[in-house]
């Protein structure tokens, strides 16, 4: 059984070069309306689990591949469709609003910076309940006053941010210009940081955190075969 | 749990070296990858439905993985400061 697997969105111009082979050397295709193109492969479905690995680095090539060149709007690896027509059916219904968010982002990328505790630096406090959430609300309190001044040091470099906060710390994502990544990372790591904390920076990606909920969810009410 | 997710856990741990990019300036981790792939971008609506046909259920392992990723992260960065002292 194949399946039409969908890489990024972007919009077409003539320089443009684009990735002509795909997951497991599949060729790659374009859906195109209008001016944004959609990338995609016909793929067999579902993917061999021995090579997944494989699959999502070469997945990651072919998205990064365009994204050097102009923005993208990435799809999730295993985003597939029945058959071209589907795929195509997508690409029209859900142009405009691509074309929006690529118009938007087509200058900026996503670059992003975790915080983090050391988890070996600070024994767990374990001598009584009170004791243990007084230690978590010192490490939280450390965490935030550190991402703060992270955001605060890149105030003049980003055009967005987006922080998220999870069980390994917190994320936080800022869009950036083109071709300013290295003055992102030096801001950063201009940024002093607690003992008991740690970071990694990591990008550009593209700028997936930033999509239009739109976008991010889009329409298929009209595509039969969107899996 | 699917093949797809057993795979790619059983992969994960001794994964974590550094992978260059197309142009070679900027160097990413396969987990970095990873967890980019698999977790941020579009999602197409009828992907989430869980169903029984293989396709969808391959799909879920692949979601349940997220949280492997995030923890596998955290574990490479230990890993890695563990490795400049």
Redesign the interface.
Known sequence: MS?IL?Y??FRQSPGLALPTVGVNSAPVQVASFDSLGLLGSEVE???D??R??KS??E???V???VF?QTAV?????????DDPQAFTA?AAENCQRFLQDLNRLKDVVQMEC?I?P???ETPVDRSSGKAYLEQKAVALRSSEASAQATQDALAHLSREVRVRE????TRIFVLVDRGR?NDFRQAVNAVPIPSQL?R?V?????A??F?SEQ??????DGVAG?? | M???L???LS?MPN?FET?E???GE?E?S?L???D????????????LVISLA???L??LG?NVVLTSV??A??NL??EE?RRQK
């Open positions: 399946r969908v990024c969105g479905w579902p993917f689990p021995q997944m690995q999502a680095v997945f990651h090539e998205v990064h591949k050097k709007i990435p799809f999730r690896l295993l985003s597939v469709f997508f975790v983090y050391k988890p070996s999870g069980k390994n710390g990544e740690s990694r990591s990008g550009p990606w593209p997936a955190e999509l976008v991010k969810m889009p329409q298929t969107a899996k | 699917g093949h797809g057993r795979t790619l992969l994964d992978l990019t197309l142009g900027d990413v396969l970095e990858i990873l980019h792939v698999l977790n941020s971008g579009v999602v197409i609506h009828g992907s293989g396709v969808d391959v799909y692949l995030e923890t992260l955290s960065q230990i400061k």
